[in-house]
């Protein structure tokens, strides 16, 4: 059962555009969303992360929109660089398993930025 | 480095073989994640620890897989008479539990993964 959906599966934006990547969710005792960012042959790593009670968030030229009655969020990346190109995955876990903040994640968009 | 460390990073095994992998979490960190990432897929959890106790195992997790993690330090992940399905990266994670609930919300911190291939 997948629980949280990623679009697209893939995208490819010129550099200097703003690519979009859309993520929802199911489970309302999600409380956490993060968005990983991963190069080939590397593990993901964090690259911004937002709570639901806030609806935008912001690190430089990343930027999460929330909408907690939608069950939605995105990832945009503003002035985008062909060092930006990589899978990004969103996901989303809950402080309430008891210590165990699994990670659940979409199934990831690979973004390819042309220079 | 200081980052999580996995190794191996590549193993090619023939199926019906025993493998073991192992994971070097930051060392203050005392939540350990083992995840399974196939191609084209998110990470999928496997197992956690909280120190050297194991607290969940997923369903993904058959009786041919077992971790491990001894002491609370490093981490090993065994699969045994591996299948051809079980060929996938196997990525560990470590995190230092908050000091109080909701924040900070203790960040997992990848290690590289090590790809597994059953042929």
């Known amino acids: 059962q997948q629980q949280v959906k990623q679009s697209p599966q893939s995208l490819i934006v010129q550099k200097g555009g703003i690519p979009i990547i859309n993520c929802a969710y199911e489970?309302?005792?999600?409380?956490?969303f993060p968005w990983y960012q991963q190069f080939p042959g590397k593990g993901p790593a964090l690259l911004i992360a937002?709570?639901?009670?806030?609806s935008e968030k912001k690190e430089g030229r990343f930027t999460i929109s929330f909408n907690k009655s939608a069950k939605q969020f995105s990832l945009h990346i503003m002035d985008s660089q062909p060092g930006d190109s990589a899978t990004y995955f969103c996901?989303?876990?809950?402080?309430?398993?008891?210590?165990?903040?699994?990670?659940?994640f979409g199934t990831g968009t690979r973004l390819t930025i042309i220079p | 480095d200081t980052g999580v460390s996995q190794n191996p990073r590549h193993k090619i095994t023939k199926r019906g073989q025993n493998v073991t992998f192992r994971c070097d979490p930051i060392?203050?960190?005392?939540?350990l994640y083992w995840y399974r990432q196939t191609l084209g897929q998110g990470p999928e959890f496997l197992t956690y620890f909280q120190n050297e106790a194991q607290l969940e195992k997923s369903r993904l997790l058959s009786d041919r897989f077992s971790a491990e993690r001894p002491k609370g330090s490093f981490s090993t992940l065994e699969i045994q008479r591996t299948e051809q399905g079980d060929s996938a990266m196997y990525l560990c994670?470590?995190?230092?539990?908050?000091?109080?609930?909701?924040?900070?919300?203790?960040?997992?911190?990848f290690g590289q993964g090590t790809r597994l291939t059953v042929v």
């Open positions: 937002i709570r639901p009670d806030v």
């Open positions: 060392s203050e960190h005392n939540r």
């Open positions: 996901a989303a876990t809950s402080q309430s398993n008891f210590g165990n903040e699994k990670l659940t």
């Open positions: 489970n309302t005792a999600f409380d956490y």
């Open positions: 994670a470590s995190s230092l539990a908050a000091i109080f609930w909701g924040y900070p919300f203790p960040e997992a911190f």
